[in-house]
């Protein structure tokens, strides 16, 4: 089936530096890309959603200058999180959308990346 | 605007019980509905997904869930309880349109006595 490889699993930083998550669609190109962001023992949140070749869409609330995303590619999105801070630490996943080809409507999942900003 | 919810936070059952987490939801829209399971420290897994087509949804690892439009349910069901079924369960609604957005409910965490 289709598989979305996110990287890296888990990050350790210092507060003020920047980090940065791939998400690849192996096999298939994700149109649409979601990212999540989620806390302990809660839901999901989505951040933003990235098409391929334009600007993201940010949900309410959401620093677009702190978490910049990048959708260059038909494979590959990216979330940076610049100058990160401790309250930045947590789950993030991203998601290909619901158009590809591979498994419609699926919305594969990456594996996550655990943040901690030390 | 759609909404999921999902009531209570922990199911308990025994290895070999019926599983039953319940999802009710709100959508004005026909909706697309979702059972996804989640690890810790991993990212969702695909149980099952309703898409207009029949209404009882059999999925992965002996999940179903059964889309009732009359109750805006779609609760999540398996006859024995495993151990590794063990988890996070998060049941989502989306539109039909492109590109649609999945809202997620709070989720509930499963866990399976011996």
């Known amino acids: 089936g289709a598989v979305v490889s996110q990287h890296p699993s888990r990050v350790i930083c210092k507060s003020g530096t920047s980090v940065k998550i791939e998400c690849r669609s192996l096999d298939f190109q994700a149109t649409t890309m979601f990212w999540y962001r989620q806390f302990p023992k809660q839901s999901l949140m989505l951040m933003a959603t990235?098409?391929?070749?334009?600007?993201?869409?940010?949900e309410q609330g959401v620093e677009k200058d702190k978490f910049l995303i990048n959708h260059a590619s038909l494979t590959l999105s990216t979330l940076t999180v610049t100058s990160a801070h401790p309250e930045d630490s947590s789950f993030y996943i991203c998601?290909?959308?619901?158009?590809?080809?591979?498994?419609?409507?699926?919305?594969?999942f990456g594996s996550g990346t655990r943040l901690t900003v030390v | 605007a759609q909404s999921v919810t999902q009531l209570g936070s922990h199911v308990s059952v025994s290895e070999g019980a019926l599983v039953l987490l319940r999802c009710n939801y709100s959508s004005s829209v026909p909706p697309y509905l979702f059972w996804y399971v989640q690890y810790p420290n991993q990212g969702l897994q695909l149980l099952l997904k309703?898409?207009?087509?029949?209404?009882l949804v059999k999925g992965i690892n002996g999940f179903e869930a059964e889309f009732k439009k009359s109750e805006t349910s779609f609760h999540l069901t398996k006859p024995s309880a495993h151990m590794s079924d063990a988890a996070e369960y998060f049941c989502a609604v989306s539109s039909t349109g492109a590109n649609s957005k999945l809202t997620f409910g709070k989720g509930i965490t499963l866990s399976v006595r011996p």
């Open positions: 990235s098409n391929e070749g334009s600007k993201a869409t940010y």
């Open positions: 998601s290909a959308g619901p158009n590809h080809q591979a498994d419609s409507y699926g919305y594969t």
């Open positions: 309703y898409t207009s087509a029949a209404t």
